[in-house]
């Protein structure tokens, strides 16, 4: 028995671009224009859909209205009402919706056709619906970014030398000045790569809809955190500060030079020993930036139920709020599954890993029939059976 992938093919190129020639020239380095991406693109919901997913319970919605350079900045969190919507201005306004595709599964094919990137790198699809002049401010982020013109016209504006002083007293993070040094307008199907820690500012020339596929980019202090948390879950607290040769101490209270680096070594020594090891990592990279977790079916499944579903024709659907990942493990793998761990064989973790829709084909497996039971029991599968009318 195999499980059959259903996914769109990470792209070759990138318009005119082969997707070798962005990575060695572009990927983390240099802002890049992408003209054509996606040729003569319709997106698969509109601005209506968009608002109206901004107002349900669970998805995460922020509305900003101003302008440059005037800050006039105001932030307002979702969900919001449906009169909130519609008492908007015809023009400074930006609604933004985060995690698109988990509240709308087929887009899961935009973020797999940038599949040529390693696939735990990928976090979401957000969705911006701006009013013309809508903007968001100059900012920096500190990430990888896919900026997909899906409707309408947006103009950015790009530096990368710039001054970082911010606008005091704003919820939102603007840059208090801004001097673009290139401007590009982006039509439907476009695609703007701006790498970490370059200043933009994307202004809506009229309604239109704008498409952000982010990289995650765990920080330092996102990593420190989740280490020790780690460390102490499974009662591994390393090693301890220890001062041998110590000599006088001539000021009380002080913490001196000497302490400062002892404790640097110590840490760095968690960090870069065993403590980081591949468990870890597949577990903290597999919740990174999650905001909801996938939740277990009322009625569990046997095994012989999960092989006659899929062998009649079930579809296996990826939980939109579950993300995979594996790593090696004594010559098999250990598949992350929005923070759990699995030791299955590597060639049924990579077909897991490789898309979010498949079908079976061939013969029952025991072994893998366990794996899909048991993932469709925790609530990070599910089964799509076949309509009895077909």
């Known amino acids: 028995m195999?499980?059959?992938?259903?996914?769109?093919?990470?792209?070759?190129?990138?318009?005119?671009?082969?997707?070798?020639?962005?990575?060695?020239?572009?990927?983390?380095?240099?802002?890049?224009?992408?003209?054509?991406v996606f040729p003569?693109?319709?997106?698969?919901?509109?601005?209506?859909?968009?608002?109206?997913?901004?107002?349900?319970?669970?998805?995460?919605?922020?509305?900003?209205?101003?302008?440059?350079?005037?800050?006039?900045?105001?932030?307002?969190?979702?969900?919001?009402?449906?009169?909130?919507?519609?008492?908007?201005?015809?023009?400074?306004?930006?609604?933004?919706?985060?995690?698109?595709?988990?509240?709308?599964?087929?887009?899961?094919?935009?973020?797999e056709a940038f599949g040529f990137l390693p696939t735990w790198r990928i976090d979401d699809l957000m969705s911006s619906v701006a009013a013309p002049g809508g903007s968001v401010g100059p900012h920096v982020d500190q990430y990888d970014v896919f900026l997909l013109q899906a409707s309408g016209r947006r103009r950015w504006s790009i530096s990368r030398n710039f001054d970082p002083e911010r606008v005091t007293g704003c919820e939102l993070d603007v840059l208090q000045r801004f001097d673009a040094e290139t401007h590009w307008d982006l039509e439907p199907g476009d695609v703007l790569y701006l790498p970490p820690g370059v200043a933009h500012h994307g202004v809506?020339?009229?309604?239109?809809?704008?498409?952000?596929?982010?990289?995650?980019?765990?920080?330092?202090a996102d990593l420190l955190i989740a280490l020790?948390?780690?460390?102490?879950?499974?009662?591994?607290?390393?090693?301890?500060?220890?001062?041998?040769?110590?000599?006088?101490?001539?000021?009380?209270?002080?913490?001196?030079?000497a302490a400062r680096d002892r404790f640097s070594a110590?840490?760095?020594?968690?960090?870069?020993?065993?403590?980081?090891?591949?468990?870890?990592?597949?577990?903290?990279?597999?919740?990174?930036?999650?905001a909801h977790a996938p939740a277990a079916p009322d009625t569990p499944l046997a095994a012989p139920a999960v092989a006659s579903a899929?062998?009649?024709?079930?579809?296996?659907?990826?939980?939109?709020?579950?993300?995979?990942?594996?790593?090696?493990?004594?010559?098999a793998a250990r598949l992350y599954a929005a923070g759990e761990c699995i030791e299955c064989r590597t060639a049924d973790a990579e077909r897991l890993c490789a898309g979010a829709c498949w079908r079976l084909e061939g013969a029952a497996d025991?072994?893998?029939?366990?794996?899909?039971?048991?993932?469709?029991?925790?609530?990070?599968?599910?089964?799509e059976m076949p309509d009895a009318t077909d």
């Open 266 to 290: 110590l840490l760095g020594d968690a960090v870069n020993g065993p403590a980081i090891s591949d468990e870890f990592l597949g577990r903290f990279l597999s919740t990174y930036r999650l």
């Open 2 to 36: 195999a499980l059959i992938v259903q996914r769109t093919p990470p792209l070759r190129s990138l318009g005119d671009m082969p997707v070798d020639r962005f990575l060695r020239d572009y990927w983390q380095s240099t802002p890049c224009l992408l003209r054509q």
């Open 40 to 111: 003569d693109f319709e997106p698969e919901l509109d601005p209506q859909d968009i608002a109206g997913l901004a107002c349900e319970e669970l998805a995460e919605a922020r509305l900003v209205s101003g302008r440059y350079p005037e800050h006039d900045w105001r932030l307002r969190h979702g969900p919001f009402g449906e009169s909130d919507l519609l008492e908007l201005p015809e023009s400074d306004w930006t609604l933004l919706v985060q995690d698109v595709e988990k509240h709308y599964p087929p887009l899961t094919g935009i973020l």
């Open 310 to 331: 899929l062998q009649t024709g079930a579809l296996l659907h990826r939980n939109p709020w579950t993300r995979l990942a594996w790593t090696p493990h004594r010559g």
């Open 366 to 383: 025991p072994e893998l029939t366990d794996l899909v039971t048991r993932l469709v029991n925790r609530g990070h599968l599910i089964l």
């Open 204 to 220: 809506a020339l009229d309604l239109c809809m704008t498409w952000s596929i982010g990289l995650r980019a765990p920080s330092q």
């Open 228 to 257: 020790g948390e780690w460390l102490a879950e499974h009662g591994e607290e390393g090693e301890r500060y220890t001062d041998p040769r110590l000599g006088t101490s001539p000021r009380p209270g002080e913490i001196d030079g």
